[in-house]
């Protein structure tokens, strides 16, 4: 979920740290958060699937809508001036707080002809899965992984674009695998940026102080505002449409606490529960049900 629809200053943000940094001229047009085209008529919902989002974040639930909060633009402001300044960025927070969202977001907002390669760190990876893993996310042929030489050379040709590497789940690299990123991006010729994402993922660069001392960005993803949740629901998924404020805030309260993750859950079950009962919206007892489907988090 990403939802309050920023206003003009906002949405100007990202657009404006490319266009300082020479990556973006200031008149190019971009689909920049808070210019969503107008929403076409609603046509019959298909309730057969529910669709995964790009980098295989999943909303849990159908006719569940993408919207962007205050939190993702900066997030992709963050993102946006690292990749312009041909850096290196850490994205991290709580787990379940939209960071691979508003990661993607950002990535997506890039004009067209900026090369991103987009990966996610295996658990526990050692050398040879790190290098087959970027050869992956640089369209390399995987053959070249047998040879960490060749590897390499290929891998140091491709970051000579200025592009963007994406490294979701970054926290799973041990401090020798952030080394080995650290001398690609040592190299002269490079001139990609490198974004590492993931909760935790701050601590893991703590583990491996030359690398940390070479990060240009540090953003910690924000939770939902509660005092925009709901409009941000409203916006989310339509089975908020009729919803007390003070229930939401009970359950925000109570259960969810701002998490991105778990307020995409609470909305599955409540649709669930919508669609059952021969009452055509959801009411108090009915969220109250839907939230005891989860389990707490302290």
């Known amino acids: ?38 929403r ?52 991290f927070g709580r787990p379940g707080m939209g ?9 997506d907002l890039l004009p067209s002809q900026t090369p991103t390669w987009r990966a996610v760190v295996a658990v526990r990876p050692d050398p040879p899965q790190l290098r087959a893993c970027l050869l ?18 290929a891998l140091k040709e491709t970051l000579r674009q200025p592009g963007v590497l994406f490294l979701d789940d970054a926290q799973r690299l041990p401090p020798p695998l952030l080394d080995y990123l650290r001398l690609l991006w040592d190299e002269p010729s490079t001139a990609a940026a490198l974004v590492l994402c993931g909760a935790a993922a701050e601590q893991a660069l703590d583990n491996a102080p030359a690398m940390r001392s070479r990060v ?18 409203t916006e989310f998924h339509d089975v908020w449409a009729d919803a007390e404020p003070a229930d939401i805030a009970w359950a925000d309260s109570a259960v969810a606490r701002g998490n991105f993750r778990t307020w995409a859950k609470i909305t599955s079950h409540l649709y ?27």
């Open 136 to 153: 992956e996310a640089c369209g390399l042929p995987a053959t070249l992984a047998h040879s960490a030489q060749a590897a390499d050379r």
């Open 40 to 91: 076409p008529a609603a046509a019959a919902p298909d309730h057969s699937a529910v669709q995964p989002l790009r980098g295989g974040v999943r909303l849990s639930v159908p006719g569940a809508r993408l919207v962007t909060t205050g939190a993702v633009t900066a997030t992709a402001e963050a993102i946006g001036h690292t990749i312009a300044a041909r850096g290196i960025g850490c994205v």
């Open 272 to 298: 669930a529960l919508v669609r059952r009962s021969p009452r055509p919206q959801m009411d108090r007892p009915m969220l109250e049900q839907a939230c005891a489907r989860l389990r707490t988090y302290p």
């Open 216 to 233: 240009l960005t540090w953003h910690q993803t924000a939770g939902l505002q509660p005092d925009r949740l709901t409009e941000t629901l």
């Open 1 to 38: 979920m990403s939802s309050e629809t920023p206003g003009p200053q906002e949405t100007d943000r990202l657009a404006g740290a490319l266009a300082e940094l020479g990556m973006l001229r200031p008149a190019e047009a971009m689909p920049l958060a808070g210019t969503r085209p107008s």
């Open 99 to 107: 960071k691979t969202v508003a990661a993607h977001h950002a990535l």
